[in-house]
């Protein structure tokens, strides 16, 4: 009860004073000239310069009955982070606008931001500045920068002939989304649980293949196998073909629910990790990357010419054009 007591309501202690605690624990960096506390961040920066923003938005893409604020804050960076390793950079500074309920307590917003410093230091970036403003619900907007050492590579370079390939596994957040949903709580259900709570940006492998030159385009899966290849697809100008049986699937999918049901792996959202085309010469060096990252890599694809469009092959070799690619916000399946 002491303890319950001892926590305040952002409305009680009000947004500057706030601002102001998180000063200081925000890591100095010499590109930073000037950083939280006046109207703009100020940077001196070189090279080529990335920049992403997302959004997360309470009973959208969370709930508060589902997540600790501390994991929370993880995501927000993390999802941010996916897109900078998707271009084969690495990141550098946030900039992070929160909408807030008054009734929020302060306690649980340094949680957030205890979370999302931390990742952002995981990754070597710093958080150098943002806005609060009150809001009937929690909403989270970050701007993410990043630096691209080597080569930009982006979603327009895949050829027909290139291998597909894609990190980690499949379909784990949205069957761990589903999971949170019907309250099941088994050791599977929580390890798919975990994939949707707290995704990781595949940094490492994104910078490996943007350094060594071999991946001609690059996404992130954040809609959907299906709906983020094709976008690779439309602005490559090319096709693509999905071996089913090829799909990575972790164990705790195929005990919940089978190593046929492919539906989650090609459709289900919010798994963050890397799918990339690269040409059929470098499949041996592709297999050392592999070998030498904590993470799997596996080829399920090839690309193939436009006209052809994007399917998928199931177990006897027929091929089909799936109905549902995905994840629209705007559109209903």
């Known amino acids: 009860m002491a303890k319950d007591a001892a926590r305040m309501k952002l409305s009680d202690l009000g947004e500057f004073p706030f601002l102001r605690r998180l000063r200081g624990r925000v890591p100095a960096d010499p590109c930073v000239l000037l950083g939280l506390g006046d109207d703009c961040a100020v940077l001196s920066l070189s090279g080529t310069t990335l920049l992403t923003t997302d959004a997360m938005i309470e009973n959208v893409h969370f709930r508060r009955e589902w997540t600790s604020f501390s994991v929370l804050g993880e995501k927000a960076f993390m999802v941010n982070a996916s897109d900078i390793a998707a271009m084969g950079g690495e990141p550098t500074f946030a900039l992070l606008s929160l909408g807030v309920p008054q009734e929020c307590e302060v306690e649980d917003l340094d949680a957030f931001f205890d ?48 291998d597909l ?28 649980k975990a994939r949707f709570l707290r995704p990781t940006a595949r ?29 690779l697809c439309e602005e490559s100008r090319v096709g693509a073909v999905v071996e089913a049986q090829a799909l990575p699937l972790s164990d705790a999918y195929r005990a919940l629910l089978g190593d046929r049901d492919w539906s989650l792996a090609l459709t289900g959202g919010e798994d963050y990790e890397l799918l990339f ?7 041996p060096a592709l297999d050392a990357v592999a070998q030498s990252s904590a993470c799997s890599i596996t080829r ?3 690309i193939v010419p436009q006209a052809e469009g994007l399917n998928v092959r199931g177990p006897d070799g027929r091929v089909y054009t799936p109905a549902h690619v995905g994840y629209d916000h705007f559109r209903l399946a």
């Open 300 to 302: 399920i694809g090839r």
């Open 277 to 283: 085309s690269v040409s059929a010469e470098h499949r």
């Open 165 to 192: 390939y894609v990190t980690g596994t499949l379909g784990d957040a949205a069957l761990g989304f589903r999971m949170l949903q019907e309250g099941r709580n088994t050791a599977d259900a929580q390890a798919v």
């Open 115 to 162: 979370g999302f410093v931390r990742a952002a230091g995981a990754c070597g970036a710093a958080l150098i500045g943002g806005n609060m403003s009150a809001a009937p619900c929690l909403m989270l907007s970050v701007t993410l920068l990043g630096r691209a050492p080597h080569s930009v590579v982006t979603r327009g370079g895949a050829r027909v002939g290139d």
């Open 203 to 231: 940094l490492a492998i994104g910078w490996e293949v943007a350094a060594r030159g071999q991946a001609t385009a690059m996404i992130d899966v954040s809609d959907g196998l299906l709906q983020d290849l094709g976008h």
